[in-house]
């Protein structure tokens, strides 16, 4: 059986992390989104897969390059929906086809049960269905799929992962896939309703948090590098090749640290958190349930909590990002959001700076007084505080 992953879009909501990444390219539990759907895949058998790329297609053509395993890749040159993304492929679609999106994680197991039953759907409930195609079902069938309505009336959600057979995939006419099947429903095609074991999607940055310690129980542990004698390691922790852990450190899994990083001495890395490659974090200082990317510069005595912090960062001494719930102004609404800080990629933040429920866009320069405190706002891209 074949798959085709939907990894042409651009996942606005989730900026500043996408100015420069496809979402698809989100590192969660230091790999990106993309690679655990494709892991998902070949774990529950299925390796003829097929790719479409869209937005900062280069990237992620270039990321797939590098797996062992061969992918088929198909450009969609304009990104107008799930379902003209689907046809960007149809001619490399040979038969029966599980579709998903490459932006999500979805466990190998649902997927073997999805590929069990050809014309179905894969659903879940969430707390917000409207960001979602509502579902409804009836004796075992989906009746029919209402994509992100104002208000929902059910708490059932596609997870955006189909098998479709040949006749359906020939019969798509419309942009978005959901309203397809949809049609499909109404003109008397039977689609079963599958529920997914453990799905996740992430559609603004705070959720990455959710998919992180998630994504984190799947880890291998692996103890690399160069770790002091009096660092204590307890559970679930990986330690990449090259990196060094000082004297003192404490680390509690689910954890994972990328390779060539240097932490501590005396830092705390508390569960939930991801590090990537290449990164600094000087002493006493304090992470939890955070993502760290590549290249970051954590200065000492800082205490991040509930925080994304993008590729290239540099956070000042005795900075502090606070976990907390509230309102941020988003696209001219507030949303909902529970974060310490969500940094874009090349922040420089200087020394005694606190943040609480707060958006940092690419390339933000904080100069200013230290003892600064930014809560639940939004800093735009490029912006310098003095």
């Not at 490459?102 to 014309?119: C, E, F, L, M, Q």
């Not at 060539?260 to 290449?278: A, Y």
């Amino acid at each position: 059986m074949q798959a085709v992953i939907l990894a042409a879009g651009e996942g606005t909501r989730l900026r500043p992390l996408t100015q420069n990444r496809p979402k698809a390219l989100i590192p969660v539990a230091n790999k990106p989104i993309i690679e655990h759907t494709i892991l998902s895949l070949v774990e529950a058998g299925i390796r003829d897969i097929i790719v479409v790329v869209g937005y900062r297609k280069e990237q992620v053509m270039r990321h797939l390059a590098r797996l062992s395993l061969p992918v088929m890749i198909v450009r969609q040159t304009e990104q107008m929906g799930t379902g003209h993304a689907l046809l960007s492929a149809k001619e490399k679609i040979a038969g029966d086809v599980i579709v998903l999106p490459g932006d999500n994680y979805i466990d190998p197991v649902s997927i073997r049960n999805i590929a069990h039953n050809k014309n179905s759907l894969l659903y879940t409930t969430h707390k917000n269905p409207s960001n979602f195609g509502v579902v409804t079902i009836e004796n075992e069938n989906i009746t029919r799929i209402i994509e992100k309505p104002v208000h929902a009336n059910r708490m059932t959600v596609s997870c955006g992962v189909y098998h479709l057979s040949s006749d359906i995939i020939r019969r798509i006419q419309t942009h978005i896939l959901s309203e397809a099947i949809d049609d499909e429903i109404r003109n008397g095609t039977k689609i079963s309703a599958i529920k997914a074991q453990s799905w996740q999607d992430a559609i603004y940055p705070w959720d990455l948090l959710v998919m992180n310690k998630r994504l984190l129980s799947y880890i291998d542990k692996r103890k690399s590098g160069i770790i002091s004698s009096s660092a204590v390691i307890e559970g679930l922790v990986s330690i990449g090749s090259g990196t060094k852990i000082g004297p003192g450190t404490v680390i509690s899994g689910p954890a994972i640290i990328g390779e060539d990083c240097t932490i501590g001495p005396h830092v705390v890395i508390e569960p939930g958190t991801s590090i990537g490659s290449r990164v600094k974090i000087e002493p006493f200082s304090a992470l939890k349930n955070s993502i760290i990317m590549d290249d970051v510069v954590i200065a000492s005595h800082c205490s991040i909590s509930g925080s994304v912090i993008g590729e290239g960062c540099t956070i000042g001494e005795y900075t502090s990002a606070v976990f907390m719930s509230g309102f941020i102004p988003y696209d001219e609404n507030a949303v909902r959001s529970a974060c310490g800080a969500i940094m874009g990629n090349g922040v420089f933040c200087k020394p005694s700076i606190t943040f609480e429920n707060t958006i940092v866009g690419n390339e933000v320069h904080i100069e200013g007084t230290s003892n600064l405190k930014f809560s639940c706002t939004q800093i735009p891209d490029k912006t310098r505080v003095m």
